[in-house]
């Protein structure tokens, strides 16, 4: 017996489509990060050849390694020598001369990390002829910038009539006072000017200027 014969189905799927020629993009450069990469570049060896020249341009010279009060004899221990940036404007003893300062007695309060100079030593704490005398000053009548001992200062009287100019020597730094708003420091003063500074003080008619280093 014959099988009844069936005509196969079309095959309809629609054939794949044809894959595009792999496209190249070619990375495009952009000239404001090539500029920012160079500069990058350029500061950074600035700032390296900066440094390099700060750590090698150095004097050495003498610091304290602790606080010396005034009228102390400065020891071996108190001193020692560091290196600082030649291009670091600041006053400083070099340090050939630390072992003459061994056995000399401080002149003014000494802090630790401060650079002791000739004027800030000598055989006693107060020069012949001169008096220390402690006086308060309210705020606006002193500079707000750092005093250390050993500047050198001007005394003026705003007193009425009152002339007086009293060239002196910071003793110690100015300490605020609880009320904050007046500090606390010692002067050296010549002998025959220590009464009238003292009264102005206590009056409240005394104005301190720094007037720097010799």
């Given at each position: 017996?014959?099988?009844?014969?069936?005509?196969?189905?079309?095959?309809?799927?629609?054939?794949?489509?044809?894959?595009?020629?792999?496209?190249?993009?070619?990375?495009?450069?952009?000239?404001?990060?090539?500029?920012?990469?160079?500069?990058?570049?350029?500061?950074?060896?600035?700032?390296?050849?900066?440094?390099?020249?700060?750590?090698?341009?150095?004097?050495?010279?003498?610091?304290?390694?602790?606080d010396v009060v005034r009228g102390d004899e400065i020891g071996a221990a108190d001193l020692a020598v560091t290196e600082?940036?030649?291009?670091?404007?600041?006053?400083?003893?070099?340090?050939?001369?630390?072992?003459?300062?061994?056995?000399?007695?401080?002149?003014?309060?000494?802090?630790?990390?401060?650079?002791?100079?000739?004027?800030?030593?000598?055989?006693?704490?107060?020069?012949?002829?001169?008096?220390?005398?402690?006086?308060?000053?309210?705020?606006?009548?002193?500079?707000?910038?750092?005093?250390?001992?050993?500047?050198?200062?001007?005394?003026?009287?705003?007193?009425?009539?009152?002339?007086?100019?009293?060239?002196?020597?910071?003793?110690?730094?100015?300490?605020?006072?609880?009320?904050?708003?007046?500090?606390?420091?010692?002067?050296?003063?010549?002998?025959?000017?220590?009464?009238?500074?003292?009264?102005?003080?206590?009056?409240?008619?005394?104005?301190?200027?720094?007037?720097?280093?010799e």
């Open positions: 017996m014959l099988r009844d014969h069936q005509p196969a189905r079309a095959d309809i799927t629609p054939p794949p489509a044809p894959r595009p020629d792999a496209v190249h993009l070619r990375a495009r450069r952009s000239p404001r990060l090539i500029a920012l990469g160079v500069l990058a570049v350029v500061l950074g060896a600035l700032g390296a050849a900066t440094l390099y020249s700060l750590n090698t341009n150095v004097v050495n010279v003498v610091v304290m390694t602790r600082i940036p030649a291009t670091l404007q600041v006053s400083a003893s070099p340090a050939d001369q630390l072992e003459q300062m061994i056995g000399q007695r401080a002149l003014s309060d000494l802090p630790a990390g401060s650079f002791p100079l000739e004027r800030h030593l000598g055989e006693e704490p107060l020069p012949s002829g001169h008096s220390l005398i402690g006086i308060r000053l309210a705020a606006g009548r002193l500079p707000s910038a750092p005093l250390p001992p050993g500047t050198r200062i001007q005394l003026i009287s705003i007193a009425e009539d009152d002339e007086t100019v009293v060239d002196a020597l910071m003793a110690s730094s100015p300490v605020l006072l609880d009320d904050g708003s007046s500090h606390l420091l010692d002067v050296t003063v010549e002998d025959d000017v220590a009464a009238n500074i003292a009264s102005l003080a206590a009056t409240d008619q005394l104005v301190l200027i720094s007037v720097g280093d």
